[in-house]
């Protein structure tokens, strides 16, 4: 298995890049958000990898951290989830997001990401959910269980809540409580967060 590459970057594309190593280009399929941050040709990268073997085929993914890289291997863990999808569901939530997603049980976030339905959907929430509990998908170190904090009784589950009812998706109102000293009262986490989720709209 190749842990990591780590060579020159000569050639980023929406779906993949080229790192030359001791005269090899290796093709990573990667995300979005690693192919968008990887670097200017000619930079010195390091990708994390993973090599998918299949019958016919020998695909190398990249990513630009362990976590993303984590939650591409949980991801498709999931039956019926594949590299594809994974790397389809990475370019439209990053890791910390797809944890948030996971405990909110928003299904309609991860559908955002292309060829990813329903059912897929609700299948990663319901089989990454216990398989996630303690395990960190951040650098900063947030877990779920972190993040399930926030869909409790407390003040600041109150505040989810509440924003949910007001019509933002349950990730992207539990990212922004999350990130709220914990000892405010809900009303201020509401008006807070309100200000915050309305000038990403």
């Keep these: 298995m190749i842990y990591s590459l780590t060579g020159e970057l000569t050639y980023v594309g929406e779906q993949f890049v080229v790192v030359e190593c001791g005269g090899v280009g290796f093709k990573c399929f990667t995300s979005l958000a690693t192919a968008s941050n990887a670097g200017k040709i000619g ?3 390091r990708l994390y ?11 190398l993914y990249g990513f630009k951290t362990e976590s ?14 594949g590299p594809k999808a994974a790397v389809s569901i990475l370019s439209e939530m990053s890791a910390d997001k797809l ?12 559908t955002k990401a292309n060829g990813v339905g329903k059912k897929i959907a609700e299948r990663i929430v319901l089989e990454l959910k216990d398989k996630l509990a303690g395990v960190s998908l951040s650098d900063s170190g947030s877990t779920v269980s972190a993040a399930a904090s926030v869909f409790d009784d407390s003040p600041a589950g109150e ?31 509401i008006r807070q967060g309100l200000r915050q989720l309305s000038r990403n709209l």
């Design 159 to 189: 505040a989810v809540a509440a924003l949910v009812a007001l019509g933002f998706s349950k990730s992207d109102a539990a990212a922004a409580v999350g990130a709220m000293d914990k000892s405010l009262p809900a009303d201020e986490m």
């Design 68 to 81: 993303e890289l984590n939650a591409f291997k949980l991801l498709i863990s999931v039956s019926g989830v």
């Design 43 to 45: 930079d010195i990268i």
């Design 49 to 59: 990898t993973y090599l998918s073997v299949k019958e016919d085929s020998l695909d």
């Design 99 to 110: 944890a948030l997603a996971v405990a909110a049980g928003d299904t309609k976030a991860i």
